[in-house]
Nanobody, 126 residues
Framework: QVQLQESGPGLVKPSQTLSLTCTVSGGSITTSPYYWSWIRQPPGKGLEWVVTMNYSGSAWYSPSLKSRTSISRDTSKNQFTLQLSSVTPEDTAVYYC??????????????????WGQGTQVTVSS
């Protein structure tokens, strides 16, 4: 029933900030026990966890990306937003938002999550 949809620019220039928004329908981002995450998949590679925020607003960050990552939410719009600063071509990936009943830091399979967005391609290039 819960549906997620990513939105944002598909092309970002190096050194700039990537900004993506996930819009949730059929459920509230403030409902316990749900956690809301951004996961990415670079071409030819596996899923990589980026950041998670839970129903109360607490956040957990991937150590390798924490210094460049910000997550926020707008509960009135039922949306949460990823910002990744100082991007390089290595940040090129399909970016997904997803929901789970708890924190998942090693997303080896999509089955660990209850629902996924369709994903959006983000390319970092000049």
């Amino acid at each position: 029933q819960v549906q997620l949809q990513e939105s944002g620019p598909g092309l970002v220039k190096p050194s700039q900030t990537l900004s993506l928004t996930c819009t949730v329908s059929g459920g509230s981002i403030t409902t316990s026990p749900y956690y809301w995450s951004w996961i990415r998949q670079p071409p030819g590679k596996g899923l990589e966890w980026v950041v998670t925020m839970n129903y109360s607003g607490s956040a957990w960050y991937s150590p390798s990306l924490k210094s460049r990552t910000s997550i926020s939410r707008d509960t009135s719009k039922n949306q949460f937003t990823l910002q990744l600063s100082s991007v390089t071509p290595e940040d090129t990936a399909v970016y997904y938002c997803a929901t789970s009943k708890g924190l998942v830091i090693n997303p080896t399979t999509k089955n660990l999550y209850d629902a996924w967005g369709q994903g959006t391609q983000v390319t970092v290039s000049s």
